[in-house]
């Protein structure tokens, strides 16, 4: 069974918490598996996403491979448009140490790029009105359990 993650998104000002958690075998696959479904976070908010049928494709794979983490397993993704020209700490360190982070600036199906990622802390300087992803990652073989 796939680990519970909690990852936080903060600045100096405000917070995001995304948590996910594992349920049944038998739940339906998250909305949010891949970017066309992301689940858009405000500053401030918390959410939580069921992931025990999070899967993985080629847009996280064609991330990755800039990115160097362990083999994905798994996926989820949520979106945000910044307000301002600041920045966001995205914070997965509550959770599992076989998570990672991926962010996007734009669709990263129409042509977004990547970046930044890794492990846990990812921060990222923040231009108003542009639209970023985030892709929380499960690099473990516990996603095959």
């Known amino acids: ?3 519970s993650v909690r990852a936080t998104l903060s600045t100096l ?5 995304l948590s996910s958690t594992a ?3 038998f739940a339906a696959g998250p909305t949010n598996d891949t970017p066309s479904g992301a689940l858009t976070v405000a500053k401030g908010g ?11 494709d080629a847009i996280d794979a064609a991330l990755n491979a800039d990115c ?3 083999d994905v397993k798994a996926s989820v993704w949520f979106t945000f448009t ?13 959770g599992s140490d076989e998570i990672g982070l991926m962010v996007v600036k734009g669709d990263p199906t129409a042509g977004g790029g990547l970046i930044d990622c890794g492990p ?24 095959d359990e």
């Open 82 to 94: 910044a307000t301002d020209d600041s920045g966001v700490l995205f914070d997965a360190t509550q």
């Open 23 to 25: 349920l049944t075998a």
């Open 120 to 143: 846990t802390l990812v921060g990222i300087p923040t231009e108003a009105g542009a639209t970023y992803y985030v892709c929380l990652l499960y690099t473990s073989d516990a996603a």
């Open 46 to 56: 918390s959410y939580e996403v069921d992931t025990t049928e999070a899967t993985t």
């Open 68 to 70: 160097g983490a362990p």
């Open 13 to 17: 000002t405000a917070a995001f918490l």
């Open 1 to 3: 069974m796939r680990p």
